[in-house]
């Protein structure tokens, strides 16, 4: 019973290319959750979703990242033209409808912008 | 005001002692509540929900205060094993979860 997948585990970017992580939730989880860690800091919410919706986006910056969920595929979290502020560990959780013990996380994909 | 409190830390410890983390949460629709363990450079991990009643798993204790809006979390005979760092996490409604900061341990030998 594989866990949350993530993947890449490491990405190396230059500033202002793309950078594009993705997330293969548990079986049978139906909801994905993004979250950013920058180094020496606590996990901060970025978006959650749900098969092709968007639920809560309230922490994702309101430029060059954006995220998708599609009916088929994992999730993929997407930034665009990225700075060296962007590095950071970018961990994704699942969860059945009823999350009743709480989040499964990946784990997760280290962004360095060079 | 954030959903989600803790003190950061970090707690510094030796081998064998009593450690107490606390947490407090700013909705008192608040449903449920976990700890998560954190390693270092690691994700995230359910050490153990809490209960009303309070609850244990070894050397470990958690009990959350309803009426003043905390939840605690007790570690025994302290292993250096048990260096992480401590999330609270507390659950409002349906699906969204609120990540405290993190309490730091290290546990010296």
């Known amino acids: 019973n594989a866990g949350v997948m993530q993947n890449p585990r490491h990405l190396v970017r230059r500033r202002g290319q793309e950078a594009r992580l993705r997330c293969s939730p548990m079986?049978?989880?139906?909801?994905v959750y993004w979250y950013r860690q920058l180094p020496e800091e606590g996990l901060k919410f970025m978006v959650y979703?749900?098969?092709?919706?968007?639920?809560?986006e309230s922490g994702m910056p309101k430029e060059r990242f954006s995220a998708e969920f599609p009916k088929e595929g994992p999730s993929i979290l997407r930034i665009q033209q990225v700075v060296r502020g962007d590095s950071a560990a970018y961990f994704c959780?699942?969860?059945?409808?009823?999350?009743?013990?709480?989040?499964?996380f990946g784990s997760g994909t280290r962004l360095t912008v060079v | 005001r954030k959903e989600v409190e803790q003190d950061p830390g970090p707690f510094n410890v030796p081998e064998g002692a009593t450690v107490a983390f606390n947490c407090t949460y700013s909705?008192?629709?608040?449903?449920?509540f976990f700890w998560y363990r954190q390693d270092c450079r690691k994700e995230p991990k359910l050490l153990m929900s809490?209960?009303?009643s309070g609850n244990e798993d070894g050397r470990f204790t958690a009990q959350l205060n309803r009426a003043s809006q905390y939840i605690s979390l007790l570690i025994r005979d302290s292993k250096l094993s048990d260096s992480a760092t401590y999330l609270c996490?507390?659950?409002?409604?349906?699906?969204?979860?609120?990540f405290g900061t993190g309490t730091s341990l290290t546990v010296i030998p």
């Open positions: 959780a699942s969860s059945p409808d009823r999350p009743n013990y709480g989040y499964t």
């Open positions: 079986k049978g989880h139906s909801h």
């Open positions: 979703l749900q098969k092709e919706n968007i639920i809560d």
């Open positions: 909705n008192s629709a608040s449903q449920s």
């Open positions: 809490v209960y009303s």
């Open positions: 996490v507390v659950n409002v409604a349906g699906n969204q979860f609120y």
